[in-house]
């Protein structure tokens, strides 16, 4: 509350927030139901499906967290940029494409690699996707992504091993490599730091007019640009 510009995250944030609950519950569906990581039923509220509520809720708490502290800490709104690099675009789109597939190749492998390959394989093509929309952009901002991403990812990963440590829930010795940082799961800490990369990115090409010129028609545009650009200088397309 009270900081300059906090509107210009408000509808961005409730799309990505939808989206991150589409694209996150049967993947999360999928690492309750094969036992990648479980909960004590004794901790949790209730639950929908096979899923904790408190799951659900954190899928869109990420999303405020991260919007919050890139507006607290100055990190937006940003002015816009107008690069045009389509070769830079393919390049970061080939890339996490490249990811994804290694994930592919880790589940075929199985075991400990399961929990990785999984992680890989999910959210590699969303990140791909914003890629090929706006890479050269996210590179134009890549000082401003590591502030709001590190931050984040830091504060998740410590709330993560509290958890851990509470028996809240619990990663399968069986699927992970058994590689930690700090008794965290090197699993668990990616993910965190994808995540945040994920939700990051995905704010700032919301925000952004340039891309907003990119993927949507002009009236919808019109009309969402008056509350996300709002007073912001406008770049030549």
Do not use: K, N
Not at 41 to 50: F, H, L, Y
Not at 68 to 92: F, Q
Not at 102 to 118: A, H, I, K
């Amino acid at each position: 509350r009270g900081v300059p510009g906090r509107r210009v995250l408000v509808a961005p944030g409730a799309a990505l927030s939808t989206l991150a609950l589409l694209w996150t519950t049967p993947w999360d569906d999928h690492l309750v139901r094969t036992g990648v990581w479980s909960y004590d039923p004794a901790q949790v509220i209730g639950r929908i499906g096979s899923i904790p509520v408190e799951e659900y809720a954190f899928v869109v708490l990420e999303v405020v967290f991260v919007g919050a502290w890139a507006l607290r800490s100055g990190a937006v709104p940003v002015a816009p940029t107008a690069p045009a690099d389509i070769g830079c675009r393919r390049r970061g789109a080939l890339a996490w494409v490249a990811v994804a597939a290694t994930g592919l190749l880790l589940l075929l492998v199985g075991g400990q690699l399961r929990y990785l390959g999984l992680l890989l394989v999910w959210v590699g093509p969303p990140l791909a996707l914003q890629q090929l929309v706006a890479g050269d952009v996210l590179t134009a901002r890549r000082r401003i992504r590591l502030r709001i991403v590190l931050p984040t990812a830091l504060w998740l990963c410590a709330a993560d091993r509290l958890a851990l440590a509470a028996g809240v829930w619990t990663i399968s010795p069986g699927s992970s490599t058994g590689l930690a940082l700090v008794g965290l799961p090197i699993e668990e800490a990616l993910f965190f730091v994808l995540t945040c990369l994920l939700v990051t990115d995905g704010l700032l090409l919301a925000a952004d007019p340039v891309v907003l010129r990119r993927v949507m028609p002009t009236p919808a545009r019109s009309c969402l640009g008056a509350q996300i650009v709002g007073g912001l200088p406008q770049p030549p397309l």
